[in-house]
């Protein structure tokens, strides 16, 4: 049985924001824009990962949810207490350059790991954490 990543999916609370930053500043490539219910829903991936999606969703995705469980997803995610991803790179001190150039809110600057990579952490506009890490040789 072969079992692979398809999508995964990041809440974000303004989708024009978070693709001046996924797409503008990440360079990841929009593959879907999808509108439903008042809702949209954008797909991003890497060129080098055709397989993999991420979809930027509402915080909450569903149009039978309460006003309330509304408010405390948006809550939480405003906190960024909501999972983002961790993407590798084959250099994390160049992608950290790049990202703070274009803006990135710095949460953490690259530094060597005990685990074996060397790692850099930023939020994205909606508050996710966003981690790049670079497995280290040697």
Excluded at 26 to 51: A, H, K, Y
Excluded at 53 to 61: C, N, R, T
Excluded at 73 to 87: S, T
């Amino acid at each position: 049985m072969d079992i692979k990543l398809s999508q995964c999916f990041i809440a974000v609370d303004d989708h024009d924001k978070a693709l001046a930053f996924y797409r503008d500043v990440l360079g990841l490539e929009v593959r879907n824009d999808v509108g439903f219910e008042g809702m949209r829903w954008v797909t991003v991936g890497s060129p080098s990962q055709p397989d993999v999606q991420i979809v930027l969703e509402p915080p909450l995705a569903d149009p039978n949810a309460s006003a309330a469980d509304r408010q405390a997803v948006a809550e939480l995610l405003a906190k960024g207490m909501l999972r983002g991803v961790i993407f590798t790179t084959d250099d994390c001190d160049a992608a950290f350059e790049r990202i703070r150039a274009g803006g990135g809110e710095v949460l953490q600057e690259p530094v060597d790991q005990p685990y074996g990579v060397r790692d850099c952490a930023f939020r994205d506009p909606s508050g996710n954490m966003i981690r790049f890490t670079q497995p280290r040789t040697g």
